[in-house]
């Protein structure tokens, strides 16, 4: 956080009543958020993200949410019946649109990929083919998740000093 950015929230803390002392642990705590795990971007395997074929969008909204700690934010029934779910700002929605989900899903990039896994095993999800993969010249943690609706998603985080 900027010095700037600091001043502004102490005064404005003052303003609503935080005291210094309680503005800074606000700060810290904020600070070390920033290194749990999160979902950074999604990209799906076949055309839209926001649009994985499902055949029930309640079972679907439960599902993630429960497992993969999403959360529902958008809901509608035109153009297709679509459920749009958030984690950490990155989106995955999914659709009632004849497609077949054995044949899509998402590659989802994470941070702190080793504390995804653990939360994600926590929550009941089976994790598979934990490895590192080689693409453009750069290493990636790497692994696989099957959903009971059949897709599939790939969660990557590239290995930082690795060449």
Same mark, same amino acid.
């Not at 700060?27 to 649009?51: C, G, I």
């Not at 969008?57 to 035109?78: I, N, P, T």
């Not at 958030?86 to 504390?115: C, H, K, M, Y």
């Given at each position: 956080?900027?010095?700037?950015?600091?001043?502004?929230? +102490?005064? &404005?803390?003052?303003?609503?009543?935080?005291? !210094?002392?309680?503005?800074?642990? +606000?700060?810290?705590?904020?600070?070390?958020? &920033?290194? @749990? !795990? $999160?979902?950074?971007?999604?990209?799906?395997?076949?055309?839209?993200?926001?649009?994985? %074929?499902?055949?029930?969008?309640?079972?679907? &909204?439960?599902?993630?949410?429960?497992?993969?700690?999403?959360?529902? =934010?958008? $809901?509608? @029934?035109?153009?297709?019946?679509?459920?749009?779910?958030? $984690?950490?700002?990155?989106?995955? *929605?999914?659709?009632?649109?004849? *497609?077949? %989900?054995?044949?899509? *899903?998402?590659?989802?990039?994470?941070?702190?990929?080793?504390?995804?896994?653990?939360?994600?095993?926590?929550?009941?999800? &089976?994790?598979?083919?934990?490895? =590192?993969?080689?693409?453009?010249?750069?290493?990636?943690?790497?692994?696989?998740?099957?959903?009971?609706?059949?897709?599939?998603?790939?969660?990557?985080? %590239?290995?930082?000093?690795?060449?």
């Amino acid at each position: 956080m900027t010095d700037t950015c600091r001043l502004t929230n +102490r005064w &404005s803390a003052t303003l609503i009543g935080f005291s !210094p002392d309680a503005l800074a642990r +606000r700060e810290e705590e904020s600070t070390a958020m &920033s290194n @749990e !795990p $999160r979902f950074k971007k999604a990209f799906p395997y076949q055309k839209d993200v926001l649009s994985l %074929p499902v055949k029930d969008l309640d079972a679907a &909204s439960q599902w993630y949410c429960a497992h993969f700690g999403m959360v529902e =934010v958008e $809901r509608h @029934e035109k153009p297709v019946p679509t459920v749009i779910l958030e $984690r950490d700002g990155t989106r995955i *929605g999914f659709s009632v649109n004849g *497609g077949d %989900p054995a044949q899509d *899903g998402a590659a989802v990039l994470v941070s702190n990929i080793q504390e995804i896994k653990d939360e994600l095993e926590r929550n009941g999800v &089976s994790i598979g083919n934990w490895r =590192v993969d080689e693409r453009g010249g750069e290493r990636h943690q790497v692994f696989f998740v099957v959903a009971p609706d059949g897709l599939c998603y790939y969660f990557h985080e %590239p290995i930082q000093g690795a060449a």
